[in-house]
């Protein structure tokens, strides 16, 4: 297979997009499970 230099992989920046969303949602969790338990109780 021919390496093309105009390509490349989006895999390492995916998963550093993806690690940010997992630890902004994991930081915000406690908040949401506080605003779900105040509305429903």
């Given at each position: 297979m021919a390496h093309n230099?105009?390509?490349y992989d989006?895999?390492?920046f995916f998963?550093?997009?993806m690690g940010?969303?997992?630890l902004v949602g994991?930081?915000?969790l406690p908040?949401?499970?506080g605003w779900i338990l105040t509305?429903?109780?």
């Open positions: 230099e105009h390509s989006n895999s390492g998963a550093i997009v940010l969303v997992v994991m930081a915000c908040a949401t499970i509305f429903t109780g």
